[in-house]
């Protein structure tokens, strides 16, 4: 029988327990490596949503001052640029007495899929030529969807993930600073995402209360060119979780 018991300040270990530890090592060595690769592949994707923080453009187009600031007719596909300012706040502090006037101003571009927005320059906008008419809203029909109320700039790019219980705190400061509140189908992808307004057309009054949460919408879809808006009444909000 041979003894194994080893000593430090010995010059060799003894074979068989010095097989067992470079076996350990080995094994100690491939799991660090593996395992990080295994919670990079197994983790949820984050969004495809842009930021271009620091990246200021010159943009164009008609301002809409309600129910949320936006720039319409920007270009020849008639996109919609939604308009917020700095940090946790909404525009209609910037954009406010413009409604209907061509301007110009500088900003940064969020973007998710279709959806556009501007983070706007303070003191950027400009009118460049005097007030037009703008597009009066139409009803699309009432539909029933089960999503989530996100706040838009943090959704569209500027925070990843920018929806979900993880994400509820910011969402709720974001709105409180009057960033438009969109609702996220998650039934109807067909649909997508949609600016949340009042039954009466105007800012969803205290919509924080609502946001990170699951929840069940029954609502009438508006139309104003490229603008789509889900109108709908707090009582015909229910949470779901």
């Known amino acids: 029988m041979s003894d194994e018991f ?85 525009a209609a502090d910037i954009v406010r007495g413009r409604d209907g006037q061509l301007v110009q101003l500088m900003g940064s571009r969020i973007q998710r899929d279709g959806d556009i927005m501007i983070e706007v320059v303070p003191d950027s906008l400009v009118t460049v030529s005097s007030t037009s008419t703008v597009e009066p809203i139409q009803s699309r029909g009432v539909i029933i969807a089960e999503g989530e109320i996100v706040d838009s700039k943090c959704h569209l790019g500027v925070m990843k993930p920018g929806e979900g219980p993880t994400h509820r705190d910011c969402a709720v400061r974001c709105l409180l600073g009057r960033i438009p509140p969109m609702f996220v189908p998650h039934d109807r992808p ?52």
Request: aromatic share 10%.
């Open 190 to 241: 067909d649909l997508g995402r949609i600016a949340l307004v009042s039954d009466a057309a105007q800012p969803f009054a205290n919509p924080e209360g609502f946001a990170g949460r699951r929840v069940s919408i029954r609502g009438e879809i508006l139309r104003r060119g490229a603008q789509k808006f889900l109108a709908v009444a707090r009582r015909d909000i229910r949470v779901l979780d």
């Open 6 to 90: 080893y000593i430090g300040y010995e010059p060799e270990m003894p074979v068989a327990l010095a097989s067992r530890i470079r076996r350990l090592a080995f094994g100690i060595v491939a799991l660090a490596i593996v395992t990080p690769v295994v919670l990079l592949f197994g983790q949820d994707r984050f969004a495809p949503g842009v930021f271009e923080f620091g990246r200021q453009r010159t943009f164009s187009g008609r301002l809409v001052e309600f129910p949320y600031p936006a720039l319409t007719g920007a270009d020849v596909s008639r996109t919609t640029y939604w308009l917020v300012g700095p940090g946790k706040h909404g």
